[in-house]
């Protein structure tokens, strides 16, 4: 509980009913996601693997931090019993390939790079990355499709934004960032 809290999504949600974005809004994103990429981080380096990343589970408190929520999935390096790596798991807007896929190994923490990268995305041009009627079809997508270049949804999206977005959504794990940090 974060009193006073709104979520990402609820964020999002309004700014898709306006017609214009406000001044500085990239500069705030870009904020926003470097203060939950350096708590990923944080938790990766403790060996947690948050494997539901999505705008519903960031927490926005009255100061304007961003705090990652729902730890619920979670995969504890070392540890058994939490969860088992290649069950399904999570949502599936936010599902990295090897999620998708139900890889029984290679789940580690560039999972949570490409889900943070498909939130991104989806503030960036305020659509979501991957887009289906069903979970298969969201996979396929997922799978086998990028996504159109955050510029080519909203022109005024910094070229260093969308490429950093699109580097986090690689297909291929070893292809993404090697960490949050």
Do not use: W
Not at 39 to 45: K, N, R, W
Not at 69 to 94: C, H, I, K, N
Not at 105 to 127: C, K, N, P, Q, W
Not at 142 to 155: V, Y
């Amino acid at each position: 509980l974060v009193e006073g809290s709104y979520t990402l999504a609820d964020s999002l949600a309004d700014f898709r009913a306006e017609t214009e974005l406000p001044p500085g809004y990239y500069s705030k994103v870009a904020e926003l996601f470097a203060e939950m990429a350096e708590a990923l981080s944080h938790a990766h380096e403790n060996g947690v693997v948050h494997r539901d990343i999505k705008p519903s589970n960031i927490l926005i408190g009255p100061d304007e931090k961003p705090k990652v929520a729902d730890f619920g999935l979670a995969m504890v390096e070392d540890q058994l019993g939490l969860s088992r790596t290649g069950d399904f798991m999570g949502t599936p807007f936010y599902m990295s390939p090897e999620q998708a896929a139900s890889k029984r190994m290679g789940i580690d923490h560039r999972t949570d790079v490409f889900s943070l990268g498909a939130t991104l995305y989806e503030a960036l041009t305020l659509t979501r990355p991957f887009m289906g009627d069903t979970s298969q079809q969201v996979f396929q997508q997922i799978l086998l499709i990028d996504p159109p270049d955050p510029k080519q949804l909203r022109s005024r999206v910094p070229r260093d934004l969308g490429i950093i977005c699109q580097k986090a959504l690689e297909k291929t794990r070893e292809q993404r960032y090697e960490s949050m940090a």
